[in-house]
């Protein structure tokens, strides 16, 4: 008997089916990823949201010091990036290998986006800026109760920064993650995605301040 064999037209059948529904599926895979990236974004967030409350409940109500917008060595006993992690039993950012040394690949973080690509200049490394209008940075750093600040689910707290400093303004916020966005995290401890026409004038080169569910000031 004659063993079956595939013609060479066959053959270039299967890999045009293959061809085909390789271009159908790797679109759907990037998509899925892209979107795995942002919902780790979002829960990091998300945590910070937690560790906030929870350091709140734990200090009279108190919001924790900003910090600095550079720690350096000398800086490990203050700010968010040092108290927050705390309440929730992860190693303070001092801790980091990675915050000094670029070629260290950062992991699964609460300080690292996984959509931001940024890694360490020698100094520093923060994918997420604290909003410094709330109570002030460093000497100006001012005692505030989370229960005397109105619309906490509006007032920003965290965000997704395209600048390196730990605390910051609204100029900072990145232009181009999670869809051409940025996430945000806020003082009742949700979190969010927001399209950069929400908050950010690309003809101007600058922020926009006015969006109704993003308050920078209390």
Request: hydrophobic share 40%; net charge positive.
């Given at each position: 008997m004659?063993?079956?064999?595939?013609?060479?037209?066959e053959?270039?059948?299967?890999?045009?089916?293959?061809?085909?529904?390789?271009?159908?599926?790797?679109p759907?895979?990037?998509?899925?990823?892209l979107?795995?990236r942002?919902v780790?974004?979002?829960?990091?967030?998300?945590?910070?949201?937690?560790?906030?409350?929870?350091?709140?409940?734990?200090?009279?109500?108190?919001?924790?010091?900003?910090?600095?917008?550079?720690?350096s060595?000398?800086?490990?006993?203050?700010?968010?990036?040092?108290?927050?992690?705390?309440?929730?039993?992860?190693?303070?950012?001092?801790?980091?290998?990675?915050?000094?040394?670029a070629?260290?690949?950062?992991g699964?973080?609460?300080f690292?986006?996984?959509?931001?690509?940024?890694?360490?200049?020698?100094?520093?490394?923060?994918?997420?800026?604290?909003?410094?209008?709330?109570?002030?940075?460093?000497?100006?750093?001012?005692?505030?109760?989370?229960?005397?600040?109105?619309?906490?689910?509006?007032?920003?707290?965290l965000?997704?920064?395209?600048?390196?400093?730990?605390?910051?303004y609204?100029?900072?916020?990145?232009?181009?993650?999670h869809?051409?966005?940025?996430?945000?995290?806020?003082l009742?401890?949700?979190?969010?995605?927001?399209?950069?026409?929400?908050?950010?004038?690309?003809?101007?080169?600058?922020?926009?301040?006015?969006?109704?569910?993003?308050?920078?000031?209390?």
């Amino acid at each position: 008997m004659k063993r079956a064999a595939f013609t060479l037209l066959e053959l270039l059948v299967v890999v045009a089916v293959i061809a085909t529904l390789a271009s159908l599926l790797l679109p759907a895979l990037s998509r899925a990823k892209l979107r795995v990236r942002d919902v780790a974004c979002l829960n990091n967030l998300r945590q910070w949201g937690l560790a906030t409350q929870l350091y709140a409940s734990d200090h009279e109500d108190f919001l924790p010091p900003e910090g600095t917008p550079n720690p350096s060595d000398s800086a490990t006993n203050t700010g968010w990036y040092v108290l927050l992690p705390r309440q929730l039993g992860l190693p303070r950012y001092h801790d980091q290998p990675w915050r000094t040394n670029a070629a260290i690949e950062p992991g699964r973080s609460i300080f690292i986006c996984p959509a931001n690509p940024r890694r360490s200049n020698g100094r520093n490394l923060f994918h997420y800026c604290l909003n410094e209008h709330i109570n002030g940075t460093a000497e100006d750093n001012r005692p505030v109760k989370l229960s005397h600040l109105d619309g906490l689910p509006n007032l920003v707290w965290l965000f997704d920064s395209k600048n390196l400093p730990a605390v910051g303004y609204w100029n900072y916020v990145h232009t181009n993650l999670h869809g051409g966005g940025a996430q945000f995290v806020f003082l009742d401890g949700h979190a969010a995605r927001f399209r950069q026409a929400d908050y950010w004038d690309s003809a101007t080169g600058k922020a926009r301040t006015n969006h109704p569910a993003l308050r920078w000031r209390p």
